[in-house]
């Protein structure tokens, strides 16, 4: 019996390599970007801040400037938007007044006098905007006091 043998590779041929099974292409796999541990970092900061304001007083001026009273630098001669109607004694708190043009169609009161360092009680009594009105006219208190504290009121007449 005789056998076939092969014959032997060419001395500059290249030796066979292996068959390797190549997977198939797959879509490019997403790496992390660190948004999370960026977004911790920023938290703490933030946080630190906060903090820090409050401890230090910036949490005051924060505040007053998200929550600014816009009629706190009101004078005579300004005008304030409309408000409640208050008959009497009455009291009620009011959100939103604002110093607008006298020309406006919003300007509703004039404002005819402004007494500063006014405590709650000085403001109730009513007898401060006195002074600012002519015998006979009707007026009204607008003010800002902080409890326990001072502040300012506005003398106001209905705007003909």
């Known amino acids: 019996m005789s056998e076939q043998v092969a014959p032997p590779p060419a001395s500059d041929a290249a030796p066979p390599q292996p068959a390797v099974a190549t997977p198939p292409p797959s879509e490019p796999e997403a790496k992390k970007s660190g948004g999370k541990k960026a977004l911790g970092i920023i938290g703490a900061i933030v946080v630190f801040l906060v903090i820090a304001g409050l401890k230090f007083g910036i949490g005051s001026a924060i505040g007053n400037y998200l929550n600014k009273d816009e009629t706190a630098?009101?004078?005579?001669?300004?005008?304030?938007?409309?408000?409640?109607?208050?008959?009497?004694?009455?009291?009620?708190?009011?959100?939103?007044?604002?110093?607008?043009?006298?020309?406006?169609?919003?300007?509703?009161?004039?404002?005819?006098?402004?007494?500063?360092?006014?405590?709650?009680?000085?403001?109730?009594?009513?007898?401060?905007?006195?002074?600012?009105?002519?015998?006979?006219?009707?007026g009204y208190l607008f003010y800002s006091i902080k409890p326990g504290k001072t502040g300012y009121l506005l003398c106001l007449t209905k705007k003909a």
């Open 73 to 138: 630098d009101a004078k005579a001669g300004d005008c304030i938007a409309e408000l409640p109607e208050i008959t009497g004694t009455e009291e009620e708190e009011v959100n939103g007044a604002k110093v607008v043009e006298c020309t406006s169609t919003d300007a509703a009161y004039n404002v005819v006098g402004r007494v500063d360092g006014q405590t709650e009680t000085q403001a109730k009594a009513g007898t401060a905007c006195d002074q600012y009105l002519k015998e006979g006219q009707e």
